[in-house]
């Protein structure tokens, strides 16, 4: 059975930084795409970066410079690091994955996903 677990999730101010971690287990994904995306309540869920099998990054606009994807293909894990933090970033932060090679920034390209956590920044 395929598992992708969040943690590192929290309350930071605005301006601060936080690195949120996503373990996998049940398959490898080291040949496969790793992403973020993230979810307010009311809203669609949205893509926030991916990591491909050969280490490229892509970004969506609105983190670009401050949010850094990164994987430890041997920990089976990947990472989002976010700086920088504002208040248009609290949401719950979900990792997923998908069996292709090629990156997506459409959710339903992704077949695997984490229950999700929760990311609050304070004003």
């Known amino acids: 059975q395929v598992q992708l677990v969040e943690s590192g999730g929290g309350l930071v101010q605005a301006g601060g930084s936080l690195r949120v971690s996503c373990a996998t287990s049940g398959r490898t994904f080291s040949s496969s795409v790793l992403a973020w995306f993230r979810q307010v309540p009311g809203m669609e869920r949205e893509f926030v970066a991916a990591?491909?099998?050969?280490?490229?990054?892509y970004y969506a606009d609105s983190v670009k410079g401050r949010f850094t994807i990164s994987r430890d293909n041997a920990k089976n894990a990947v990472y989002l690091q976010m700086n920088n933090l504002q208040t248009e970033d609290p949401a719950v932060y979900y990792c997923?994955?998908?069996?292709?090679?090629?990156?997506?920034?459409?959710?339903?390209?992704?077949?695997?996903w984490g229950p999700g956590t929760q990311v609050t920044v304070s004003s």
């Open positions: 990591s491909t099998w050969h280490d490229e990054s």
């Open positions: 997923a994955g998908r069996a292709g090679t090629s990156w997506s920034t459409r959710q339903n390209d992704y077949i695997y």
